[in-house]
T-cell receptor, first 113, second 109 residues
Framework: DAMVIQNPRYQVTQFGKPVTLSCSQTLNHNVMYWYQQKSSQAPKLLFHYYDKDFNNEADTPDNFQSRRPNTSFCFLDIRSPGLGDAAMYLC????WGDGTEAFFGQGTRLTVV | GIQVEQSPPDLILQEGANSTLRCNFSDSVNNLQWFHQNPWGQLINLFYIPSGTKQNGRLSATTVATERYSLLYISSSQTTDSGVYFCAALFSGNTPLVFGKGTRLSVIA
């Protein structure tokens, strides 16, 4: 009974070939986050949604886009992956309100060849 | 600016030893969570603890919100406790979850 599910778990893509990572949740949470985590570093926020309200971090490259067609699903699109985009991508959700707990999916490990 | 700082950055323990990991945060928080990142990279929720003390088996956590810190205690450590421990804070309103840099724990038999 996983609550936040990311697909695929592992993704290999070619340099410059667009790739989409997906996240789905069964918690009916309004807030969703995408984080990028490189080896031996803390997760770095790329985007977050408060319901349909989209928030882009100032230093997120233009190469990264996100879509949230409904409450349950969220997608991360990398338009032209570079070698530096190889990382673990983590999706998280939490309920509305200041003091709610966040839950993470298993992550998608992206390799760029 | 908003900051979350963890210490120590690295910790090596003999199996059976106890340890304390610390998380300092720069402002009052609405949410403070501790996570363990498993070898496959998933962040596992350990505690949701904006204030007070909680215990779960060999692990416990205390957050003193007025003094802006949280502690994670691991007792009788096991090799399976190895990995990276992160704390993350939600500061106010609709701000995102801010992570510390983590503590890498290695428990050796």
């Amino acid at each position: 009974d996983a609550m936040v599910i990311q697909n695929p778990r592992y993704q290999v893509t070619q340099f410059g070939k667009p790739v989409t990572l997906s996240c789905s949740q069964t918690l009916n949470h309004n807030v969703m986050y995408w984080y990028q985590q490189k080896s031996s570093q803390a997760p770095k926020l790329l985007f977050h949604y408060y319901d349909k309200d989209f928030n882009n971090e100032a230093d997120t490259p233009d190469n990264f886009q996100s879509r949230r067609p409904n409450t349950s699903f969220c997608f991360l699109d990398i338009r032209s992956p570079g070698l530096g985009d190889a990382a673990m991508y983590l999706c998280a959700t939490r309920g509305w309100g200041d003091g709610t707990e966040a839950f993470f999916g298993q992550g998608t490990r992206l390799t760029v060849v | 600016g908003i900051q979350v700082e963890q210490s120590p950055p690295d910790l090596i323990l003999q199996e059976g030893a106890n340890s304390t990991l610390r998380c300092n945060f720069s402002d009052s928080v609405n949410n403070l969570q501790w996570f363990h990142q498993n070898p496959w990279g998933q962040l596992i929720n350990l505690f949701y603890i904006p204030s007070g003390t909680k215990q779960n088996g060999r692990l416990s956590a205390t957050t003193v919100a007025t003094e802006r810190y949280s502690l994670l205690y691991i007792s009788s450590s096991q090799t399976t406790d190895s990995g990276v421990y992160f704390c993350a804070a939600l500061f106010s309103g609709n701000t995102p979850l801010v992570f510390g840099k983590g503590t890498r724990l290695s428990v050796i038999a």
